[in-house]
């Protein structure tokens, strides 16, 4: 076990993160840009972003929201619909800033109702993403309304990665926010091009934790976390040092009154403590020495695109996550609201 008072690590990036858009932008962005030097922004926006000019004018909102003098880089993605061209893809790639697409079955999560309807529909464009070297991110869960929900992603895994897998051997995929182990072992099993997220509270919490104490909506997000076995088999792919699991927070702010509703929508704000609950779950692990790997180089080795140079640092010392944040003119709860960190940015 690592007694270390203080870890520097290269400054991370975040694989898989939700930035939205408008007005709260500016309230959200400085946490993320705090800590990482890019993140893959997700483009679930509504209406969703999915062609190349679109994601044009998304990154240059998102700069201008930016803190003076941030150096934090975007990398935008496009949303894949039953419409998408291989024209298209080819203009993302040549455009420099666009480094994935993003399938969302249709109707599996949060703005994913223009998703795809068949994953065979879009053959032709899964191929031009292959020849172009763009990476398919993929949000993998059935969303066949018979499958129990905790069921989704490993049936996911049947139905459509593995004959995705087969179909498409040229096609990097990165299988997201995985929240099962049947989801690392298929990476364990698979040959390189295959790559996964884990996020924050898919490696600290277990399905307890949306029913303690009354049912919390602040700890519902999709997938849905799962049962404590799965939770410890991310946590060991997590710090195994493997370089085919990175980090991904799939940070997904709602407004205060979206989540504490009669319908609670999915999704959990971790951007304002990202970094810091990450090393919490290694240092608890026994495994602080392999956070640097997990956090700065895995994800940026898988897209081909170079390491950071800076780097950060994070010292062990208690605070205490605030209850409430601010998002545009609402207020935003965020991830271990009012509960004590172990671990604390510099
Ligand atoms: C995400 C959101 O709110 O945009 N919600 C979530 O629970 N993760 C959508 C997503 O990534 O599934
Ligand atoms: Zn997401």
Redesign the pocket.
Known sequence: MSMSEKISLVRPDDWHL?LRDGDVLADILPHTAARFGRAIV?P?LKPPVTTVEQARDYRQRILDALPARSDFEPLMTLYLTDNTTPEEIRKARRSGFIHAVKYYPAGA???SDSGVTDIQAVHAVLESMAEEGLPLLV?GEITDPAVDVFDREAVFIERVLLPLLARIPALKIVFE?ITTADAVDLVRQTPERLGATITPQHLMMNRNAIFQGGINPHHY??PVLKREEHRQALVSAATSGDPRFFLGT?S?P?PRTAKESACGC??MYSAHAAIEFYAQVFDEAGALDRLEGFASFHGADFYGLPRNTDRISLMREAWKVPEILRFGKQELVPLGAGEVLSWRLL
């Open positions: 939700h997700m679930n999560t949060t703005n949000h926010h997000c999709l799939d997904a709602h999915a999704g």
